[in-house]
């Protein structure tokens, strides 16, 4: 597939197509209401960091969204526990009191459903590095949300971010791309994002019953959900995986 990769700042006319793309994120990963207040002024706020591919047609096939932040803030230094969410309310908290960022995290990197299974995801997070590079960074970072993670909810994600093959190489088919492009994997961020909602809300989402006390399996999420039926509330909350890059 040949691709042409540009930035929403270079193209702003592209943003609705850029912003439209299909997607298969399960529907409650759509109500974390920390991405709900801040990943939608990704593509208004700060568009250069916003990167997507035509196709030879001129149709959207990916996306790749990443911010810039100060990690080496003397209140920060660590890359944080609650991942993805932290990290979102980090860059516009910097963005708002102008402050200087010192790194780049990426947000997410998605891939329209009919063109999936092409390495288009390698390929987007290679432009993302050469990005962050030409913007003036030396280091990207990533909350990972491993792609096969969901096979074994119940699996501990500090035993699974470290597994390997007998290559040494992770086990993880979305990790594995990380490392094979340099990355290093970091720590586990055992917050990443929190999804709290009522069971009808669960209900919509999930078409599961939502009836038993305990931990839920639901179909997309990386480890189970908590339900208390007697309390009327489940809460999902997702474990990721840092990885870092040097550029």
């Given at each position: 597939?040949?691709?042409?990769?540009?930035?929403?700042?270079?193209?702003?006319?592209?943003?609705?197509?850029?912003?439209?793309?299909?997607?298969?994120?399960?529907?409650f990963l759509r109500n974390d209401p920390v991405g709900n207040a801040h990943y939608g002024r990704i593509a208004t706020e700060l568009p250069?960091?916003?990167?997507?591919?035509?196709?030879?047609?001129?149709?959207?096939?990916?996306?790749?969204?990443?911010?810039?932040?100060?990690?080496?803030?003397?209140?920060?230094?660590?890359?944080?526990?609650?991942?993805?969410?932290?990290?979102?309310?980090?860059?516009?908290?910097?963005?708002?009191?102008?402050?200087?960022?010192?790194?780049?995290?990426?947000?997410?990197?998605?891939?329209?459903?009919?063109?999936?299974?092409?390495?288009?995801?390698?390929?987007?997070?290679?432009?993302?590095?050469?990005?962050?590079?030409?913007?003036?960074?030396?280091?990207?970072?990533?909350?990972?949300?491993?792609?096969?993670?969901?096979?074994?909810?119940?699996?501990?994600?500090?035993?699974y971010a470290f597994r390997t093959r007998g290559d040494g190489l992770p086990h993880d088919p979305w990790l594995r791309v990380h490392v094979?492009?340099?990355?290093?994997?970091?720590?586990?961020?055992?917050?990443?994002?929190?999804?709290?909602?009522?069971?009808?809300?669960?209900?919509?989402?999930?078409?599961?019953?939502?009836?038993?006390?305990?931990?839920?399996?639901?179909?997309?999420?990386?480890?189970?959900?908590?339900?208390?039926?007697?309390?009327?509330?489940?809460?999902?909350?997702?474990?990721?995986?840092?990885?870092?890059?040097?550029?």
């Amino acid at each position: 597939m040949e691709l042409k990769v540009s930035s929403l700042a270079e193209r702003p006319e592209m943003y609705d197509q850029v912003t439209g793309m299909a997607d298969t994120w399960p529907e409650f990963l759509r109500n974390d209401p920390v991405g709900n207040a801040h990943y939608g002024r990704i593509a208004t706020e700060l568009p250069e960091y916003v990167l997507f591919a035509e196709d030879e047609r001129g149709d959207v096939v990916a996306h790749a969204y990443s911010v810039p932040f100060a990690l080496a803030d003397q209140d920060r230094g660590e890359l944080p526990a609650r991942g993805w969410d932290e990290v979102l309310v980090w860059a516009f908290s910097d963005r708002r009191h102008d402050v200087t960022p010192d790194t780049v995290s990426a947000i997410s990197i998605v891939v329209a459903p009919h063109a999936q299974g092409t390495g288009l995801s390698g390929r987007m997070l290679s432009a993302m590095r050469d990005n962050a590079r030409a913007q003036g960074f030396d280091e990207v970072v990533a909350p990972v949300r491993p792609s096969a993670k969901h096979l074994e909810p119940r699996t501990e994600m500090a035993e699974y971010a470290f597994r390997t093959r007998g290559d040494g190489l992770p086990h993880d088919p979305w990790l594995r791309v990380h490392v094979r492009a340099g990355a290093r994997i970091e720590a586990v961020a055992p917050a990443s994002m929190t999804v709290a909602a009522s069971l009808d809300e669960w209900r919509a989402w999930t078409g599961l019953p939502f009836d038993e006390e305990g931990r839920i399996e639901v179909p997309g999420a990386l480890v189970p959900v908590h339900c208390e039926p007697r309390r009327g509330y489940a809460v999902y909350v997702e474990p990721n995986v840092w990885v870092r890059h040097v550029l």
